[in-house]
T-cell receptor
Framework: DAGITQSPRHKVTETGTPVTLRCHQT?????MYWYRQDPGHGLRLIHY???????DKGEVSDGYSVSRSKTEDFLLTLESATSSQTSVYFC?????????FGPGTRLTVL | TQLLEQSPQFLSIQEGENLTVYCNSS?????LQWYRQEPGEGPVLLVT?????EVKKLKRLTFQFGDARKDSSLHITAAQPGDTGLYLC?????????????FGDGTTLTVKP
């Protein structure tokens, strides 16, 4: 298994506050991804990275930004959290077609 | 846009029964992955199939990739409560852009003791 950790694992925040989620990998995988998972919607790609400082938008990127300053770290920022961003967020990495997932972060925006 | 449709969406069976779940698309994929996700955890890779017609077995689980690389099936023999979870299929495109995969919405399997 790829060594992927996410922090925090749980967070409750208020509408309008900024939130940053961290993903850390020890596998030196080139590609990293942020997904959100909601009932009835499956896994939806928010942003992804194909190298240090190289990122691009996924299908649900509005209200989110990312940064990757090191191979091992990929940060997801909710610039001003809204209740619609309440979800479970998963980070994943890959070196080929196969993706390896972290344990997830459950975010609640009140 | 490549789409993967999984069926059935929900499946509830008794321990010991056999079952098959499906993953279908109109697009061709260079490879296809099956994942299992348990509540409160991230998806865990079960298998990757890459060759049209390929069959892989993982204990009581049998995975098949369609000849045309557009579909796949997962068959579980003598299901056990420990098989309960969300089964996701994902496809990699021929020209995988940054390794991105297309995910289906999953089949939620419940195996009752």
């Amino acid at each position: 298994d790829a060594g992927i950790t996410q922090s925090p694992r749980h967070k409750v925040t208020e509408t309008g506050t900024p939130v940053t989620l961290r993903c850390h990998q020890t596998e030196n995988h080139r590609y990293m991804y942020w997904y959100r998972q909601d009932p009835g919607h499956g896994l939806r790609l928010i942003h992804y990275s194909y190298g240090v400082k190289d990122t691009d938008k996924g299908e649900v990127s509005d209200g989110y930004s990312v940064s990757r300053s090191k191979t091992e770290d990929f940060l997801l920022t909710l610039e001003s959290a809204t209740s619609s961003q309440t979800s479970v967020y998963f980070c994943a990495t890959s070196s080929t077609d196969t993706q390896y997932f972290g344990p997830g972060t459950r975010l609640t925006v009140l | 846009t490549q789409l993967l449709e999984q069926s059935p969406q929900f499946l509830s069976i008794q321990e010991g029964e056999n079952l098959t779940v499906y993953c279908n698309s109109s697009s061709v994929f260079s490879s296809l992955q099956w994942y299992r996700q348990e509540p409160g955890e991230g998806p865990v890779l079960l298998v990757t199939v890459v060759t049209g017609g390929e069959v892989k077995k993982l204990k009581r689980l049998t995975f098949q990739f369609g000849d045309a690389r557009k579909d796949s099936s997962l068959h579980i023999t003598a299901a056990q409560p420990g098989d309960t979870g969300l089964y996701l299929c994902a496809g990699g495109g021929y020209n995988t852009n940054a390794g991105k995969s297309t995910f289906g919405d999953g089949t939620t399997l419940t195996v009752k003791p």
